[in-house]
């Protein structure tokens, strides 16, 4: 079964930046579509970002386009997430999973941004 560990999160001041990582198991992590997560406090979870296997193709979602970059290493089966110029609006728990066949959810990241 696939297992997703996020690590990276932290305080940082807005304007500042944090790596998130995601190292994978369980799950053929060269042949999956990746993305990331977020759960802002009450609020759902939504997407905010994603690579294919090849990472010939990334989006991300309107709110984090131009501050943060999705990555990905196939040989450590782990994804990063890049986030510079952070926001308060960026405070979350952040998650990774595969796109196609969804595992478990992991325990995510925290990230916060004051202002």
């Known amino acids: 079964q696939a297992q997703f560990v996020e690590s990276g999160g932290g305080s940082v001041r807005a304007g500042g930046s944090l790596t998130l990582s995601c190292v994978a198991s369980?799950?053929?992590?060269?042949?999956?579509?990746m993305a990331w997560y977020r759960r802002a406090p009450g609020k759902e979870r939504v997407r905010v970002a994603h690579?294919?296997?090849?990472?010939?193709?990334?989006w991300y979602a309107e709110p984090v386009e131009g501050r943060f970059t999705i990555s990905r290493d196939n040989a450590k089966s782990t994804l990063y997430l890049q986030m510079n110029n952070s926001k308060p609006g960026d405070t979350a728990v952040y998650f990774c999973n595969n796109i196609r066949r969804p595992g478990p959810w992991g325990q995510g990241t925290q990230v916060t941004v004051s202002s």
């Open positions: 690579i294919t296997f090849s990472g010939n193709e990334i």
């Open positions: 369980g799950t053929v992590f060269r042949l999956s579509d």
